[in-house]
């Protein structure tokens, strides 16, 4: 069972450049996101999915675009990559937690180290 | 606004001490509050649910507390280890309105010296 898995876990581009992030979830679970954790700032949502074929923005959504075309993919997209999208990002999912009205348990992927330069 | 405090940022503790987090929430309505554990260079994983009706829940050398009418919680680490070291994330899920998005503290950062 492998849970979470996002890829590329490194990834080093030029300013301008543009490339995708992807997150595969093997649990069938309803909802995905996508976080950017920076020193000092603690994780950040970028953008959401509460199920297949719908996002939404998050918290710092500008210069991020995402797809979730297939239940099990969530995909994270740089258009132009900028040196102030130097970060790690998580890829997470859950599902709602019965009785309570919340959410589940958030399971993480290992993250995807960019360096933009 | 949704908002979780938590604190201290940073902690130093020796081997074998005990150590308390704090996590302050004003998230509401409440669902539930989970502790996560974050390794150096890898993705969060739980530690354990507060949901409204539990006050108390332990999981080894760790023990969660909550508080649902002063909205806090702490989690208690007895005897550290070194493995210990790491970053302690409290989030809050509400019940409704946007309850698919949690609302994340910045973390404590604690570090167990040999």
């Known amino acids: 069972n492998a849970g979470v898995t996002q890829t590329p876990k490194f990834r080093v581009l030029k300013t301008g450049q543009s490339m995708t992030l992807l997150c595969a979830q093997d649990?069938?679970?309803?909802?995905m996101y996508w976080y950017r954790q920076d020193p000092g700032m603690g994780l950040r949502l970028i953008h959401y999915?509460?199920?297949?074929?719908?996002?939404a923005k998050g918290e710092v959504p500008d210069g991020y675009n995402v797809s979730r075309l297939k239940k099990q993919n969530f995909l994270l997209g740089l258009e132009s990559a900028a040196p102030s999208q130097t970060s790690v990002y998580f890829c997470?999912?859950?599902?709602?937690?019965?009785?309570?009205?919340?959410?589940?348990?958030?399971?993480f992927g290992e993250g995807s180290r960019l360096t933009v330069l | 606004k949704n908002q979780v405090e938590q604190s201290p940022q940073s902690l130093i503790i020796l081997e074998g001490k005990n150590c308390t987090l704090q996590?302050?929430?004003?998230?509401?309505?409440?669902?539930?509050l989970r502790w996560y554990k974050q390794d150096t260079g890898r993705g969060p994983v739980s530690l354990t649910i507060?949901?409204?009706?539990?006050n108390t829940k332990s999981n080894g050398r760790y023990t969660a507390t909550l508080d649902a009418d002063t909205k806090q919680s702490s989690l208690h680490i007895t005897a550290s280890q070194l493995s210990d070291s790491a970053s302690y994330i409290c989030?809050?899920?509400?019940?409704?309105?946007?309850?698919?998005?949690?609302?994340f503290g910045r973390g404590t950062s604690l570090i167990v010296h040999p």
């Open positions: 989030v809050v899920s509400a019940s409704t309105g946007g309850s698919y998005i949690p609302t």
């Open positions: 996590c302050n929430y004003t998230v509401s309505p409440f669902s539930n």
């Open positions: 997470a999912s859950s599902t709602p937690l019965a009785g309570t009205g919340g959410i589940g348990e958030l399971f």
């Open positions: 649990m069938n679970h309803e909802y």
């Open positions: 507060m949901t409204f009706s539990e």
């Open positions: 999915s509460v199920g297949e074929g719908t996002t």
